[in-house]
């Protein structure tokens, strides 16, 4: 009886090329199907035709587009409206005259739209804070955070992006020692991938002692997501959050930056409460199962209206219905009647964003580019000069902050209200990110922030057409290949 000879190695080779061309056209499909920017899916595409293997791997890991809706997305939807409901509508209930009187002041005004916009997409209204201080400088933040972290009695919740260790860091571990050694409770979250360049020695004295620490996205099909989240909470009676992450370089710039230039603010009062919301979802979302909604948002009292300034706290995430932030950007952009002020390290926009801002400009309303021009990431950083030419000429004034790194995140909007928060304008944040913006309704914050603004313009250089012309052949191709492939999200 004749025996046939069998090649392993072809065969093995035939069958390592089927499973290849199973997963391409896998692939290819789910990115036919997909919901999102033709942009996007077009750039996929082009990778995974050009690459095969190594672009099906970077899809898995960082491609797929997870807004879609699932079985397992639901039930994290449905958990999470339950939460906020056992939580936050107490809070709701107890201000809610206070509420439906900024709703009413705002009728007719940008804001009212934004507001709304916010309400229906990311699920709060307003809510009133007692105080309100805003910190341009990390010196100033750092010094009264370590002060309220020194007089908590009950709890401290911190969420950070980044924790690195150095003389600011050993001065918080100092401080929440002190205060775990008198019964109080330390909870920290931080961002897993983030923190990798980090050393981790005081956050393992810190749970030795008695804190408990969390790391943020640590699964292999988390690996290209983001908690970019930054809060403090004390005793649920206050909150600090805003760009600055925990580390000394937001004071001074460490080695890398003459200067270090972002914008974070304390809030006091009712509002504190949706920061907790989120403080305890991400929480019970990274495994852990405490409660922290019972007995960590304060109980609720009653507001009249004037009794403190509106605030909407705001939040979106890649588990969200909607970019809820990324949308009201658009709704202020477009109800705005004199002006749109944007402050942003980094601007790689979706169409949505960057056609807002257009429209905006050719309408007539003074609409402002505030970014970098001393960058830490080369990638975004030339990535946004290929957006220059296109806000150029629709009347966008274009400005590079030069006297340090820019780091705030913040829209003013006709001196009327200001954004201020975690969100960039980059479709990272947008689409990717845990991020979590505050609008607050108030003429006189906006208008003290716009003053901010002008001072910051005072360290920059506008962009103009002179500096685009002044580009190589080589530089527009750079800038151009970054932008496209700043779309493989």
Known sequence: MPVLAVDLAAVLSWTLSALVVAAVLG???????????????????????MIPVGGIVAYYFIGRNHRRETRRRAELRDKAREDA?????????????FSDAVEKKLLGTPGQRVEATGRREGGMVPLPADSIRVYVAGAD??????????????????????????????????????????????????DWVSCLPYKKAELKQLAAAGAVVVPCYRRP???????????????????YSGGMNMGQEYIDGGERFETWRDTSFRLTGPVVAPYQWLFAS????????????????????????????????????????????????VTALLN???????????????EPLITAMCVAATSGVDVRLMMTGVP???????????????LLDAGVTVYQYRAGFLHAKTVTVDDDLVIMGTCNWDIRSIILHDEVVSVFYDEQVASAYARQYE????????????????LSGPQRLRNSTYRLFSRLL
């Open 27 to 49: 692939v290819v499909f789910a990115l036919a199907t997909d919901d999102r920017e033709p942009s996007i899916v077009l750039a996929w595409l082009l990778v995974i035709l």
């Open 85 to 97: 409901s056992r939580a936050l509508t107490p809070v709701v209930r107890a201000d809610s005259d």
């Open 141 to 190: 933040k750092f010094g009264d955070l370590l002060e309220d972290l020194g007089t908590a009695k009950h709890f401290i919740h911190l969420m950070y992006l980044i924790w690195e260790q150095d003389a600011l860091t050993a001065q918080v571990t100092r401080v929440l020692q002190e205060r775990v050694a008198a019964g109080v409770e330390v909870r920290i979250l931080y």
């Open 221 to 239: 099909s988390q690996l290209n997501y983001r908690n970019h989240m930054k809060m403090a909470i004390v005793d649920g009676a206050m909150v």
């Open 282 to 329: 991400t929480w019970s979302a990274n495994g852990r199962s405490e409660d922290l909604y019972t007995d960590y948002v304060r109980a609720p009292t009653v507001r009249r209206p004037g009794d403190g300034v509106p605030v909407q706290v705001l939040h979106s995430s890649v588990s969200t219905d909607f970019p809820a932030i990324r949308d009201v950007f």
């Open 336 to 350: 705005a009647r004199r002006s749109v002020w944007v402050q942003s390290p980094y601007f790689v926009p979706d």
């Open 376 to 390: 830490d990431k080369k990638v975004p950083f030339y990535a946004a000069h290929a957006y220059y030419r296109q």
């Open 455 to 470: 001072r910051d313009v005072a360290g920059c250089h506008e962009v103009t057409r002179a500096d685009l012309a002044a």
